[in-house]
């Protein structure tokens, strides 16, 4: 298998915007690795390590592409602007996916602006690889904001609701 710097670039931003912490790919020729980890909300890419060729041969290689391998912050396509007030909290994503208010199209939100929640209440869902994730409310209190449409897709961090504490 060959692989081409555009696809090594592809590849590596791909996984990027997935829950995958490690992916290895291997063959005769070369050995890849990607770890990445979470550091200040923003994902991060660790480790890209390209083995030389494990076979001799006497047909000419390609030399595999250099990758960097410093870490190199992934940032979310939108800034977040800060609370305006000091008690209101935030519940972000803590993944990539779609953000849905309710859980069916035909069924009222879980959570609407002005609503109290408490501790553990289903908030919204966000559909990550065809799976849907229930979102809890990790506070109390009012929800002043909603900054996500629905079905909009969502960012690891991004700020979805705004909550004056109670």
Not at 56 to 73: D, L
Not at 121 to 140: G, H, P
């Amino acid at each position: 298998m060959n692989l081409n710097f555009e696809e090594l670039r592809e590849l590596i931003v791909t996984l990027g915007q997935t829950d995958i912490a490690e992916f290895t790919l291997k063959n005769d020729s070369f050995e890849l690795t990607v770890r990445k980890g979470v550091a200040e909300g923003a994902g991060v890419i660790q480790q890209v390590a390209i083995a030389p060729p494990v076979m001799a041969s006497a047909m000419p290689t390609v030399a595999a592409p250099v990758v960097p391998s410093a870490p190199a912050p992934v940032a979310p396509s939108e800034p977040t602007p800060p609370p305006l007030d000091r008690d209101l909290l935030e519940i972000k994503s803590p993944m990539v996916g779609t953000f849905y208010r309710a859980p069916a199209p035909d069924e009222a939100p879980f959570t609407s602006v002005g609503d109290r929640i408490q501790l553990g209440d289903t908030v919204c869902i966000i559909e990550a690889m065809k799976l849907m994730n229930e979102l809890e409310a990790e506070v109390a209190g009012e929800v002043v904001e909603i900054l996500v449409e629905n079905a909009e897709p969502v960012e690891y961090g991004q700020v979805l609701m705004r909550v004056k504490a109670s």
